[in-house]
């Protein structure tokens, strides 16, 4: 059976409509190339590890002027901030590990 013979409904549409961000950020996943703050908030938890994402979550992401992130991270309860002031060196590690370069300039923790 050749691709000719197939019937294609255009008419149908199999999922909803995606920005291009979202489109081309799967593209470039495919091909391993990691470069939006969306990807980071997305992917927190497979980035930084279970037991940071549990206790933590992305609240701001601004690239500063030499083109780093300022990431600012919110703990789920007042508590884990000390604790997460702790792992502040290991988030940067984990994060620039993921993007392949230095790409935290700093850390944020906000209660």
């Known amino acids: 059976m050749s691709n000719q013979d197939k019937k294609v409904n255009l008419d149908l549409r199999k999922s909803r409509p995606q920005t ?8 470039m996943e495919m091909f391993g190339v990691r470069t939006s703050d ?4 997305n992917n927190w938890s497979k980035i930084v590890g279970d037991d940071i994402s549990k206790i933590s979550t992305v609240v701001a992401i601004k690239l ?3 083109k780093k992130f300022n990431i600012v991270i919110r703990p789920i309860s007042p508590a884990f ?21 230095e790409s935290v300039s700093k850390i944020t923790i906000r209660k």
């Open 20 to 27: 291009l961000a979202s489109a081309f950020g799967g593209l």
């Open 38 to 41: 969306a990807d980071l908030v």
């Open 64 to 66: 500063s002027r030499d």
């Open 81 to 101: 901030a000390l604790e997460l002031s702790y792992k502040v060196e290991e988030i940067k590690t984990k994060v620039n590990k993921y993007y392949g370069r």
